[in-house]
């Protein structure tokens, strides 16, 4: 894609979805407001906020009971009981900055895989969370890609061309994130190619923006 095409595609991106800064800023600043996972109420106003939000379909990935939002109170009572490992695998990842740089790269993966694994241990937990725990953890820690299926179907067209795994990750790692990383990881050098610095949310609102072309 043409330098300065990717540039006006972009700034398209960012027109179209200006009604969704407001939102974002909330989920941040809760996030940033209570950052731990000791309290169970507050754990529960993250999960369900980030989780039905951006529609990332995490209590369909639970067993729930036969009430509405029995669910989303088991996840809430997993992260709870799981809080210093929770806090730890966010603790990880670089904090203050919501710009991709290649050293992070690595220990976001796994973060990520860590989390999902701790999600699927849970008795209830019957899909693949990979989706919420990206945009859970974006929220803690805004460096961190957020992972879309509609993004992951396109993202490889607009890399163009096939991306390897090169780096040394741990053998149990979300293969799926990892690879949509990477690809990720192109579209951000690309960008910088062009002379522009984006955010990692930024980049993530083109590749929607793709997507849905």
């Known amino acids: 894609m043409a330098v300065r095409n990717l540039s006006q595609?972009?700034?398209?991106?960012?027109?179209e979805s200006v009604g969704w800064e407001l939102i974002d800023d909330v989920l941040l600043e809760l996030c940033r407001k209570y950052p731990m996972h000791?309290?169970?109420?507050?754990?529960a106003a993250k999960i369900a906020l980030v989780g039905r939000t951006y529609v990332t379909g995490v209590e369909r990935a639970f067993k729930g009971g036969s009430r509405q939002g029995d669910a989303l109170?088991?996840?809430?009572?997993?992260?709870?009981?799981?809080?210093?490992?929770?806090?730890?695998?966010i603790a990880d990842i670089p904090r203050d900055t919501d710009k991709l740089t290649e050293g992070a790269i690595n220990v976001i993966v796994c973060g990520h895989s860590k989390f999902v694994?701790?999600?699927?241990?849970?008795?209830?937990?019957?899909?693949?969370?990979r989706s919420f725990?990206?945009?859970?953890?974006?929220?803690?820690?805004?460096?961190v890609p957020i992972y879309d299926s509609y993004v992951a179907g396109v993202i490889?067209?607009?890399?163009?061309?096939?991306?390897?795994?090169?780096r040394n990750y741990p053998t149990n790692i979300d293969w799926y994130y990892a690879s949509y990383v990477e690809k990720f990881w192109?579209?951000?050098?690309r960008i910088l190619d062009a002379g522009r610095i984006c955010t990692v949310k930024q980049i993530d609102t083109y590749l929607l923006w793709e997507a849905h072309q």
């Open 186 to 189: 192109r579209i951000n050098q």
């Open 133 to 143: 725990v990206s945009k859970y953890l974006h929220f803690h820690r805004p460096i």
């Open 9 to 15: 595609r972009i700034d398209a991106a960012s027109k």
């Open 73 to 89: 109170s088991k996840i809430v009572e997993h992260v709870h009981n799981n809080q210093k490992a929770v806090d730890a695998i």
């Open 117 to 129: 694994n701790l999600l699927r241990s849970s008795d209830g937990c019957q899909r693949n969370p």
């Open 156 to 166: 490889s067209s607009v890399v163009g061309g096939r991306t390897r795994i090169s």
């Open 38 to 43: 000791t309290r169970k109420n507050e754990v």
